[in-house]
């Protein structure tokens, strides 16, 4: 839990500082925008938004891939259901 705790918010400090650094080197550029979908005068706003999407996408993807059913799912299962052998022998 510790873990997934440091992770979150490492990854809620970082996101923004990252999506912030981008918009900004955006903005200096003063290019046309990456995105092909927009046409209008916030050209850097619509490339961070595009990297947003682009990051959660991926994200999607990962989650989807995880197994479920792994043996550690099964072993509480049965512990839940009264069925799990006992691991120390009897004495």
Excluded: C, H, W
């Amino acid at each position: 839990m510790g873990v997934f705790q440091g992770l979150f918010f490492l990854g809620g400090a970082a996101g923004p500082a990252l999506i912030g650094a981008f918009l900004a080197a955006r903005k200096e550029a003063a290019s046309g925008a990456i995105n092909p979908f927009y046409t209008l005068d916030s050209a850097p706003f619509s490339d961070a938004f595009l990297v947003v999407v682009l990051v959660l996408i991926l994200a999607v993807a990962a989650a989807l891939g995880l197994r479920s059913g792994t043996k550690g799912d099964k072993e509480s299962e049965q512990v839940q259901k009264g069925e799990a052998k006992s691991k120390t022998s009897p004495t």
